[in-house]
């Protein structure tokens, strides 16, 4: 007989997870909401072509694909064969997958907004919770499956919209507890600039790869990849020395203008770092250059939060604009930009901060003793009337030792135990103890709404 296991990196939630995550996504969606963001879903899987090929080469490997129905009919078996050469190969084949996985919610975003372009009101400010998957190595932090929480503005090329973005951030972070977050802002335009300078557009990506693991493996390591990947000593000269810009952010704009801004992709870039930092109001900006997120899509700003410095745990979130993201469908022209929150990654920082209220453990507030069969069929009836009213209570499923009962209700964390024997039925009062501290007090029936919701 099989050992029930699960696959590895994704995980079963209790209820007292369930909670915590719901304190999460409950506390992001009610900021979306305020800032007049409407809800979408999009299903689990995508055509394969949809997907592949718009998160760069290190993404592209990381998606989960899709196995045909009907591979190992024996009809099917040579093309079967063909397919799974090609994928060897790194290539696609619709003979083997034609689905996949989604990575992300951005890329299904992009796709249902070309398909549904000409009903849709612009701007269109949406946002989206929903699990995608990844084919990564799971780590601290980093799973298979995973929940996003995205917001996105499209039909707006107006600097505005990141302006906001980075004060959700902010207003979320700071009604999470995480006042020490750090919210990092960029520009691909700039980066763009930068390859430019290293001999031509053609090396952006080679460029953002390598500067995108840079926390990861360090500056030599990055270096010895840029060689690799063919640019020169003195091409990786260049990029050493915009990886080293320090000082605050006006220190680094001033920098970053005399190595980049006689070059007007880079000026322009310049430019719209400068007006968000400058609008952002109370929001902790913090300007990075060596901030790349190695997404294809991306073409301005580009922005990534991080957990404490105390919490080794790195990106939270992150996102950025893409001008022309529906035109990968044959619907050009639409501009857009988006964030996307870390649920995973949030909740195991605020589970190491214990960051999370006490009032998210609770479920059951009161729960009904089982003091015999009439005595029971009675607290039902009044349990009902509790329920009616909002009131979260259960009643204990059979009769039995008091200290079992009360074992129960503490394994649960519930709040109240409810004692209602046929002296009280008859006196119309029932005996309420709190479990935490061990009082206990006489409460008459028709109280018991008015003190549970004290």
């Keep these: 007989m099989a050992k029930p296991s699960i696959p590895q990196g994704t995980r079963d939630f209790t209820a007292d997870t369930v909670r915590k995550r719901n304190y999460i996504l409950t506390t ?37 694909k899709i196995l045909n129905n009907g591979i ?19 290539k696609s084949s619709s003979d083997l997958t034609e689905r996949a996985l989604k990575y992300d919610l951005t890329i299904p975003f992009a796709r249902h907004v070309a398909m549904n372009h000409g009903r849709l009101t612009f701007p269109y400010r949406r946002y989206q919770v929903q699990p995608v998957w990844r084919a990564d190595r799971p780590q601290k932090g980093r799973y298979r499956e ?12 107006a600097l505005i919209n990141e302006v906001e973005l980075c004060n959700i951030y902010n207003e979320v972070f700071n009604k999470l507890g995480l006042w020490d977050y750090e919210l990092k802002i960029n520009s691909r335009k700039i980066l763009t600039a930068l390859a430019t300078l290293c001999g031509g557009a053609s090396k952006l ?23 690799q990947r063919g640019l020169s000593e ?39 770092i400068a007006f968000v930092y400058k609008q952002a ?47 990968l469908f ?25 960051l999370f209220p006490a009032e998210v453990h609770t479920g059951t507030k009161a729960i009904f003793f089982n003091m015999g069969e009439t005595e029971s069929l009675f607290a039902f009836t009044i349990m009902q009337q509790l329920r009616s009213k909002g009131i979260s209570c259960e009643l204990y499923h059979e009769f039995t030792k008091i200290s079992k009962q009360f ?48």
Excluded: W
């Design 28 to 64: 992001i969606k009610n900021i979306f909401e305020i800032y007049g963001f409407e809800p979408l879903e999009t299903p689990a899987m995508e055509n394969l072509d949809t997907l592949m090929g718009k998160y760069g080469e290190e993404g592209d490997k990381l998606i989960f």
């Design 205 to 227: 990506t080679d460029i953002t790869v390598a500067i995108d693991k840079l926390n990861k493996i360090g500056l030599e390591k990055v270096k010895e990849e840029l060689l």
């Design 281 to 327: 109001g109370n929001v902790h900006l913090q300007i990075d250059f060596t901030l790349a997120r190695g997404l294809n899509y991306y073409t301005g700003i580009i922005l990534e939060a991080t957990a404490p410095p105390e919490v080794k745990m790195g990106s939270i979130g992150g996102g950025g604009r893409y001008d022309d993201l529906t035109g």
């Design 234 to 272: 003195k091409q990786i000269a260049i990029i050493e020395k915009y990886l080293l810009i320090t000082g605050n952010n006006e220190e680094k704009l001033e920098q970053i203008t005399a190595l980049i801004g006689h070059i007007e992709t880079g000026k322009k870039g310049i430019e719209e």
């Design 330 to 354: 044959d619907v050009p022209g639409i501009a857009g930009v988006g964030i996307s929150f870390g649920v995973d990654r949030i909740y195991d920082v605020l589970e190491e901060l214990q």
């Design 72 to 90: 190992s009919d024996p009809k099917n078996i040579e093309k079967s064969k063909e397919g799974f050469t090609k994928i060897l190969e790194g």
């Design 407 to 454: 074992s129960y209700a503490e394994k649960k964390k519930i709040q109240y135990a409810v004692i209602i024997g046929s002296k009280e039925i008859e006196q119309k009062y029932c005996l309420v103890k709190h479990l935490s501290t061990g009082l206990q007090e006489v409460v008459i029936f028709d109280q018991l709404f008015s003190y549970f919701n004290k």
């Design 146 to 157: 995973f929940t996003q929480c995205d917001a996105d503005v499209v039909g707006s090329t």
